[in-house]
């Protein structure tokens, strides 16, 4: 018996182990399950019936309180009383709702169908004494005590109801109670009995298999130390077979060690293979032990010429041997060194190398030697260089572009400064006979600006230099203010402009301000300028998922299907009347800003008709908030008051254009108490300002000496000027230039072409009229 115990396989011994205690344990999980089941489904019965006794409770309130609320309704006629009401009864159909599917007692069941009738009798009584506009207090209370029989019945109902499933709570707890207890007992149970289980089996194998586990382990140790193995008996379960495989695989490692040697003979002939790396050994010391035909190839020497030789060879004389040791010691401590540098072949050449160095550890963790892994990449050296030096001459040029756009904005504004500055003064004083020629130089004077600032803008969004402050913005303020700025536009074209649609204070649209209101204007004075007389302009707006569309109609002659390809074409302008301005760009530069912005812009027209150009942004949903009226900024100039009612003070202003500080002169001569200080030099005007302590300064940006840039950072360093306003006057009208100026301290910035009545209105700031 015992002989057959031992040769019965593990499978076998551990099924006649574990099976009585399984059996057992099994056992006590039905159990357990079955008793779970039952507790469960008390639990439930309790959950139910307490929600059952929740809903009649909010039932009773519901028409509690929709009850008062109708009273005090009828008796006030304050509409704040009406919410309770009206809230009633979508709850109270919810609540019966539930009481249908949670009441199981037919008793219960039958007062619920008892009460439905009577809280329906007094909803509807409720809607009477509501739909009565003449009731009086003396009638509501006859309503009120017509319907107490009502209100009785449904006290009565939903006592009884209540009654019955407190009733119906206490045995469900009970029941619940004692589900709980049997649960408790039947845990008990199977933990016993998991226990006994789980020590008979540990005796049974520590009794007759762990020990003879250990001893297969012992042989399995001493296999790989290569020391003999221990006897083992002749048993033919699993143990003893692991014991028989031991001695075998002694004989299959010695057959593999001859393998491994073959093994290694074949990589080194793979390796002798490689023609473009280099891949060598070096011992500890970093002397050179393997070589492959890579290696020869890349550095010149044959395998007889360099093995026992240092690898410091291979480096630049004046590396030697700080930087071969260093690569070494960086390899042994990170476990690899790689690095890219100049080598030395046989015959001197020099060639741009990567290298990998790689220490080797055997078994023990011992240091073993290296193994190093070089590769000739002069060829990708000598293009990455060609590519840096493109870039940056790309870069190089972009600046240059940058500067030139810089420079010609400059260059261009300033002379029209002199120019409609000159104009408008002339307008303010010219007589009626001379307002139309003045007129016209104002107007071609703006119509040149425009097309300045609309071919830099483009040359920036080509060069990829135009900032951008994208944000969601609220659409009707946008709207808004464009209809208002070309509103006197189009009454001088006799275009009426059709109100805009309602929309909700909480629809947005992600994009820059500025340069949305900028393409705005653009469509919608096309609109204008394209239309026929007595014709209308009109917008539209609908929101598509995630993007917002903005069409801007008009009802003027259209653009024939063969020209709208040719519609966004800078100077482009198909042909249009050549008394109406324009210059072509508006709408290749708002398509341009439009996809700068994740945008685009479309266009549906029809000859005769009219057409329909839509832009589309983001939308974005914003937090409601009233809308804030849009300003109209008033353009024309109020003739200042008598020089006798204006407060004396200095002006200094520093400009090295003459005609712009004739310009400046010429305006400050009109307030007769203001005294003019001049630099056409920045030291100069801060050694003024210093002097004479000025109520304002006029500081261009571009001077001969000092950048205005400059003098404003010193004037603001200067205990003396600290405090001075300093208005900056700059022909570079971008954006980073206006930002730049407000961080270091500006008062405002005024752009050339000054705008005189914005310039005068500046001026009554700081020297305003006396009280």
Known sequence: ????????????????????????????????????????????????VLRVQGDIQAVHTLLAEAAASVRGYLLTRREDFLPSYRNARPQIDAALLRLDRNVRDQRVREQLNAIKPLIDGKIDGLQDMLDDSHATPHSISAILISNKHILDALRQHIG????????????????????????????????????????????????????????????????????????QPPEHDEIGQLGTRLVEAGLLLAERERALRDNEERLRLII?????????????????????????????????????????VFYLP??????????LREATGNGDYTEEGWRCRKDGTRFWASVVITAQYDGTGALRGFSKITRDITDRRAAEIALRTAREEAERASRAKSEFLSRMSHELRTPLNSILGFAQLLDMDAAKTQKAQVGHILRAGQHLLTLINEVLDIAKIEAGGLALNIAPIPLTQVLQEALTLVSPMA????????????????????????????????????????????????IEVTVDGPRIGVAVCDTGTGIAAGHLGQLFTPFERLGADPNVEGSGLGLALSKSLLE??????????????????????????????????????????????????????????????LSSLALIETLLQRRPGIKLLSSMQGQLGLDLAAQHRPQLILLDVSLPDIDGLKVLQRLRGSALTRDIPVLMITADASDPTRRALQDAGATAVLSKPINIPAFLAHLDQYFPEPA
């Open 1 to 48: 018996m015992k002989r057959r115990w031992a040769d019965l396989p593990l499978r076998g011994k551990a099924l006649v182990v574990i099976s009585l205690p399984l059996v057992v344990l099994l056992l006590s999980l039905v159990l357990i399950y079955t008793t779970e089941r039952q507790t469960a489904r008390a639990e439930e019965d309790v959950r139910r």
């Open 160 to 231: 009884t109801m209540l009654t019955l499933e407190a009733s119906l709570l206490a045995e469900r707890s009970a029941a619940a109670y004692e589900t709980r207890q049997r649960l408790l007992l039947s845990t008990w149970l199977a933990a016993v009995c998991g226990l006994f289980g789980a020590i008979v089996a540990v005796l049974f194998l520590s009794k007759g298999i762990v020990a003879r586990v250990q001893n297969v382990q012992r042989n399995a140790q001493r296999l790989a130390l290569g020391h003999p193995l221990l006897p």
């Open 272 to 312: 002798d293979g490689v023609k473009d790396y280099g891949i060598f050994a070096l011992d500890t010391a970093g002397h050179v032990t393997s070589w492959n035909n890579g290696a020869e190839r890349i550095k010149g020497y044959t395998e007889q010429e360099i093995i026992g030789r240092h690898f410091s």
């Open 318 to 327: 004046q590396e030697c041997p700080q930087h071969p040791d260093m690569a």
């Open 491 to 538: 009454t001088d074209a006799a275009i009426q402009l059709q109100p805009l649609p309602p929309l909700a204070a909480d629809i947005g649209i992600v994009a820059d301000r500025q340069r949305l209101t900028q393409v705005l204007l653009n469509l919608l004075s096309n609109a204008i300028k394209y239309n026929r007389r007595e014709g209308q302009v009109s």
């Open 596 to 657: 700068q912005m994740d945008g685009r812009l479309t266009v549906q027209s029809q000859v005769g008709i009219g057409s329909r150009f839509t832009l589309e942004l983001p939308f974005a949903r914003l937090p409601g908030s009233p809308l804030r009226v849009p300003t109209v900024i008033d353009s024309e100039w109020k003739r200042p008051a008598p020089a006798a009612c204006r407060v004396q003070g200095n002006v200094l202003c520093i400009e090295d254009n």
